[in-house]
């Protein structure tokens, strides 16, 4: 499941990566609206979304398909880790937010924003420490792709 903060970073990896991809060949601007369609998708969750996306592009490829197939399975092994990690990261930042709220006192709102506004921060940060892993990945994924054009 996408958190709204790691889906920000998603986001923004996607404009990023989509920029990154020179619309000369017909599979390359296939590739960049099915990255439109998927950042501007807003009637299925986030990882149908993303789903749509995976489905979308070999068929950009044609006889190619199994190259761009190739790119996506190597660009999701890529991700794995640094998902990983930021997920774990996320998962302590929690875990000690809940630590936190149980020694509020009750009614204490001052301890349980404070609290709140710690593991927000947390989690933001988790997700910044993973943007430049994810974006090396975007950029190998870009360069994949280009070379099944």
Do not use: H, W, Y
């Amino acid at each position: 499941m996408i958190r709204p903060s790691s889906a920000v970073v998603v986001c923004a990896l996607l404009l990023g990566a989509g920029a990154a991809i020179a619309a000369s060949a017909p599979a390359l601007q296939c590739v960049q609206q099915a990255r439109v369609d998927e950042k501007t998708c807003t009637t299925q969750a986030r990882d149908q979304c993303a789903a749509a996306f995976l489905q979308a592009v070999p068929p950009c490829f044609g006889a190619n398909a199994p190259c761009a197939s190739g790119c996506l399975t190597a660009d999701a092994s890529c991700e794995a880790g640094p998902r990983a990690r930021r997920d774990s990261c996320t998962q302590q930042c929690n875990a000690k937010a809940r630590t936190a709220l149980k020694g509020c006192r009750p009614g204490a709102q001052g301890c349980s924003l404070a609290a709140k506004l710690k593991a927000l921060k947390c989690t933001q940060k988790c997700a910044r420490a993973a943007v430049p892993a994810l974006q090396g990945c975007t950029t190998t994924l870009n360069g994949c792709l280009k070379g099944c054009a």
